[in-house]
């Protein structure tokens, strides 16, 4: 296989969270329709009348569920695996991407339940290798395990979607060294069940003066509010910014998982390159984004954990109102 055909390193990849497909309700759809035969003994007419109702409503509920699938293929069309890229090394797992735990040797991998990963080695040290992903009783889980090669090729990468049971990743002929753990997140939940009080809590809008530095505690389930004081302790807080003003927003501190931030639009679009590199320090001093409100700015997230680390911004002032 040619060096072209070999798969592409990324260093920020633009992932979303896999689809799920929607279960066919079996004989739903007939149900109309099974009334007819059982009311024509009683009355012809009637049924006649049943089975026309019935199959009249057929065609909207098949329309509804082919629009329903229709928007699921889309959305598993554009939904992209994040890559996890690594040098097999008889001494341990070197890490090639992403650029936030470059070179790093068998890093804990933070991954979030339900979400698409890719996990595989590209380049090695000539002896032979491969990967697999096990649970904690060493088992090989669902089939995850590529061939031992000297070479690696694409066949040497491991597509998934992360799930709790996962527990580390492993070369079989050098596992006392070439092993990783696998720790598998679960995402808050933020769907409508919440109460009245974790709604204000969460997503709870504040204006914010212009020239103001925004600065944020990265927490895998949220961003957690530092400074200013109107943000303080604030769960993914809206902000409300003014158009044509400067501000910053960031982070300084972490909890050693890869984060960075950047600046979305309402397609989920990054703003104007507004996105900092992938970074697990704790403590980051270039995790700050300078730039002047515009009315496509919408969001602001952390790449890796959009679902949970995500909040809104809202634009005042702007010329489309």
């Known amino acids: 296989m040619s060096n072209s055909d070999r798969l592409p390193r990324r260093t920020v990849i633009r992932a979303a969270g896999l689809a799920t497909a929607t279960a066919a309700l079996a ?6 329709s ?9 009355a012809d007419a009637d049924s006649q009348s049943s ?3 019935g199959s009249g409503s057929e065609p909207d509920e098949t329309d509804d569920e082919s629009q329903e699938n ?14 996890i890229e690594l040098r097999g090394e008889h001494d341990g797992w070197r890490v090639l991407e992403p650029s936030g735990i470059e070179d790093d040797v068998n890093p804990t991998l933070p991954l979030e339940a339900g979400r698409t990963y890719r996990l595989g080695w590209t380049e090695g040290d000539g002896l032979g290798h491969n990967i697999e992903i096990r649970d904690a009783h060493g088992d090989v889980i669902n089939g995850l395990s590529t061939p031992v090669t000297q070479e690696p090729d694409e066949d040497q990468w491991l597509e998934f979607v992360a799930t709790e049971e996962m ?3 492993v070369c079989a002929p050098h596992e006392s060294t070439m092993r990783g753990e696998i720790a598998v997140e679960t995402p808050v939940d933020r769907g409508s069940d919440s109460s009245d009080d974790e709604e204000s809590a969460e997503g709870q809008e504040v204006r914010i003066d212009p020239g103001t530095r925004i600065d944020f505690s990265a927490q895998t389930i949220e961003w957690k509010g530092i400074a200013p004081a109107s943000i303080e302790d604030l ?19 972490g909890d050693g998982t890869v984060h960075n931030i950047e600046i979305r639009n309402a397609d989920d679009e990054v703003v104007d390159d507004l996105s900092t590199e ?15 409100a515009s009315d496509e700015m919408a969001a602001y997230a952390c790449e890796p954990h959009r679902n949970t680390m995500h909040g809104e911004i809202r634009i005042e002032g702007s010329t489309s109102e």
């Open 235 to 253: 769960s993914n807080p809206t902000l409300v910014l003014e158009a044509g003003e400067t501000y910053e927003l960031g982070w300084t501190e």
């Open 27 to 32: 004989g739903c759809i007939d149900e109309s």
């Open 34 to 42: 099974v009334d007819g035969p059982d009311d024509a003994a009683d």
């Open 70 to 83: 229709g928007d699921e293929a889309t959305d598993d069309a554009e939904a992209a695996p994040f890559d």
């Open 278 to 292: 992938l970074t697990s320090e704790e403590q980051p001093a270039d995790q700050f984004l300078a730039f002047e």
């Open 167 to 169: 527990a580390t990743y």
């Open 51 to 53: 089975d026309e109702q």
